[in-house]
């Protein structure tokens, strides 16, 4: 009745109603990034908060918020267009709208875009699927030992790839003849700092026995580190038929 001071209202009392801050259609935190879909502050719609302090953790989940100067480059393999995509400021997402932003289409392309030492962050629409393809820019089938070598500012404003849109499902990359996250630079001098992997499923279909696609000689790494450096942060993604080779000796704080 709007008068209950005590624990129970009895589901009369409207100040006993939450607010799902993540499902409500609302930019709750100002970041110009709206609910679960795109909001990194939010591990699903339930949530009742869409902020929160960076790298902390949530219900579980790990929370990321962008930094004044994060840039934010989408990739979508259906709706894409690596002629026309670019990176975008909190600032312009805000002014051109969520839903009217343009995405890459492919993986290296995304990747071109992300500013080695800022907290950039690469999103993969959920739901798509990227066939044999890889973040690195080298065509496949080619080795570059340094690719990608991008890290990002600290272990608070780390490098993000992870995802964003509507669908529950994963963004899916499948078919890779390599693994599409390598870093086996030799240079000893390199460090790859600060990246964090986040909600995406990885699927050597070529190694598995009951896929139209499997050759049974397709590499057995998704995520093949063997680069020295700081704070690699893998999670809440799916690895099928492939495992992460890190390389203990090298990579601290994994």
Do not use: H, M
């Not at 700092?193 to 499997?214: H, K, W």
């Amino acid at each position: 009745d709007g008068n209950e001071t005590g624990v129970d209202c009895g589901g009369s009392c409207p100040a006993c109603q939450i607010s799902n801050e993540c499902s409500d259609g609302i930019d709750n935190d100002n970041d110009g990034l709206i609910d679960w879909q795109y909001d990194l502050g939010c591990y699903g719609p339930e949530d009742a908060t869409e902020g929160g302090k960076n790298i902390e953790l949530d219900n579980g989940w790990t929370v990321f918020e962008p930094s004044v100067d994060t840039k934010i480059t989408f990739v979508s393999n259906t709706n894409g267009d690596d002629s026309l995509c670019k990176n975008y400021t909190i600032d312009e997402i805000k002014t051109v709208g969520i839903n009217n932003i343009v995405p890459c289409k492919t993986l290296a392309k995304g990747y071109t875009l992300l500013r080695n030492g800022y907290p950039d962050w690469l999103l993969l629409k959920r739901g798509d699927i990227w066939n044999n393809e890889t973040f690195s820019q080298i065509p496949i089938g080619q080795w570059d030992p340094t690719d990608p070598r991008k890290s990002g500012r600290s272990a608070s404003e780390p490098l993000l790839v992870a995802s964003y849109g509507n669908a529950t499902e994963r963004p899916l990359l499948k078919g890779f003849t390599k693994a599409p996250f390598a870093i086996r630079s030799g240079d000893a001098g390199l460090n790859i700092n600060y990246v964090a992997i986040v909600g995406i499923e990885f699927y050597s279909s070529l190694t598995d026995p009951n896929s139209p696609d499997f050759n049974g000689i397709a590499p057995t790494n998704c995520i093949d580190r063997l680069t020295p450096g700081d704070w690699f942060y893998i999670e809440d993604c799916k690895f099928s038929f492939c495992g992460i080779s890190i390389s203990s000796g090298r990579v601290t704080n994994f």
